[in-house]
């Protein structure tokens, strides 16, 4: 049985103890992957880039060693480490193919109300916040209209040889936008899956329960309405938001077995 002075000290390690998050990009780099960090004040000790916190990691400065799948030529984790007690340390390893470089968008609140970007001049998919892989050279970046929000200007971005280029985009609240909130019938279509969803210029769909509330710009708006089987969905409807206003809309299913 531990002494009542071993417990102690445990409990003492515990309370002033920090914690290390390693989280890697692109996605296809093994969660399993492992990376080393090594202190004066510890004989060292391993962590994966699952994104899930290294507990119990004394205070101190720690050198980071990273290894890499083949193929992947370098790191961007940052090679020395600082853990304050009490903290969760994020650290973000972004790993290179040879001659590449990446870039970090981040959206912001916006992104929860559809803000997406991508590359200029590609006809490349809306992405949401995060990094993707680029060949070293200059790149514009050009984001997607979000309801209530306002509109985004493109942003000229450097991107450099095994290096990570961040921006961020200035998405502002605006009031020039209302909210749609449709209620499906009957109870027995809803209980099916029947879903509702504004049309927007992306191909991208977001598929709304019975009586959900979206933001949408104030003017005309179209919403459609989900195919299910065995029921003749509504024809696709027009409605006018008005700013600062709840338009509401009833719609019914047909049974058609």
């Not at 390690?13 to 960090?37: C, D, N």
């Not at 961040?166 to 879903?195: C, E, F, K, W």
């Amino acid at each position: 049985m531990a002494s009542l002075s071993m417990l102690l000290a445990g409990q003492e390690r515990a309370a002033m103890a920090g914690s290390v998050t390693f989280r890697r990009t692109p996605a296809e780099i093994p969660q399993s992957l492992q990376v080393s960090y090594l202190g004066d004040r510890s004989s060292g000790s391993t962590a994966f880039l699952n994104g899930i916190p290294r507990t119990n990691t004394l205070p101190g400065t720690y050198r980071v060693s990273y290894l890499k799948p083949n193929s992947y030529v370098a790191c961007s984790g940052p090679t020395s480490i600082t853990v304050v007690a009490d903290q969760n340390m994020i650290v973000d390893c972004h790993y290179f193919m040879p001659e590449t470089g990446a870039l970090r968008v981040n959206l912001g609140d916006a992104e929860g109300h559809g803000a997406r970007w991508r590359i200029k001049g590609t006809a490349d998919a809306w992405e949401k916040s995060g990094v993707i892989t680029l060949a070293p050279g200059a790149y514009t970046v050009e984001y997607r209209t979000a309801p209530g929000w306002s509109p985004e200007l493109p942003q000229d971005v450097e991107v450099s040889l095994y290096s990570v280029s961040s921006i961020t985009a200035g998405y502002q609240r605006v009031s020039n936008h209302g909210y749609v909130s449709v209620t499906l019938q009957p109870a027995t279509a809803v209980a099916a899956g029947a879903q509702w969803a504004l049309i927007t210029d992306s191909s991208e769909e977001t598929w709304r329960n019975s009586g959900a509330v979206a933001p949408a710009l104030m003017g005309a708006n179209q919403i459609k309405f989900k195919p299910l089987e065995n029921w003749q969905a509504p024809a696709n409807q027009n409605v006018n938001v008005t700013v600062g206003k709840t338009t509401r809309v009833k719609e019914s299913y047909v049974s058609n077995p």
